[in-house]
């Protein structure tokens, strides 16, 4: 049995792609890796820095980009917030109760030619999101060209078909040029554990003038050898 409240809201979901896709222009073509589904996750589950990593990666496009939410990672994030971003995306923002909810929708987005990327929210270790789900959301992804982000917070990375996955956090920002005692452009300390065209590593991620700057992570500074005195 469906519940109705669902019910309209994916009625809802299905008309309003429709209308954008009707209005909306060609995909560009893909490039060698083409768009696909990438997965990132929260090192501390309320940090904005997967967000903020995620929004920098969308593309900068006429097309608008589809967020997804389940009703738990806005009761403990709260709904992204574009005004601070330079350029920032037209972004259509979807609130769905379930995380199945927010595979669906997903999944209609990526099939939407007039969407230039999709993002989704989910809380948790959600028995919805298993192999097959993801598999489904990258063949999906790379069928229409269309960029799909999986966005997890309080999650253990457990198998999935996500053709890269991050673990992100916080690092301090770059220093304003003009300021010194004004934050700068935001940095993220990256890790990247698993990816199918890509090598895995760490890096200091920073994002200026729509560009993104992957700097190799420093190692953690060693304890000083101590000095022995000579007698």
Request: include cysteine.
């Amino acid at each position: 049995m469906t519940c109705p409240k669902t019910a309209s809201t994916t009625k809802a979901l299905r008309a309003r792609l429709h209308r954008i896709e009707t209005a909306g222009g060609a995909k560009p073509e893909q490039d060698t890796e083409g768009p696909t589904l990438s997965e990132v996750f929260a090192t501390v589950a309320t940090d904005a820095a997967a967000a903020g990593f995620v929004l920098a990666h969308l593309p900068r496009e006429e097309r608008p980009i589809l967020w997804i939410q389940d009703r738990l990672s806005l009761r403990e994030t709260g709904r992204p917030y574009l005004a601070g971003s330079a350029e920032p995306p037209e972004l259509l923002y979807l609130l769905v109760s379930r995380p199945v909810d927010v595979l669906w929708a997903m999944e209609q987005g990526l099939g939407c030619a007039a969407l230039s990327g999709v993002v989704g929210e989910v809380w948790g270790d959600a028995p919805a999101l298993d192999f097959t789900a993801s598999k489904r959301l990258a063949l999906r992804a790379e069928a229409h060209a269309c960029p799909g982000w999986l966005l997890r917070r309080a999650a253990s990375p457990d198998l999935s078909a996500a053709r890269a996955r991050w673990r992100l956090s916080s690092a301090p920002s770059d220093s304003d040029p003009y300021d010194p005692r004004a934050p700068g452009s935001p940095r993220w300390r990256a890790e990247l554990f698993r990816a199918r065209w890509k090598t895995p590593g760490t890096w200091v991620v920073s994002h200026e003038d729509g560009k993104m700057r992957l700097d190799p992570a420093a190692a953690p500074h060693a304890q000083p050898t101590p000095q022995v005195a000579q007698a």
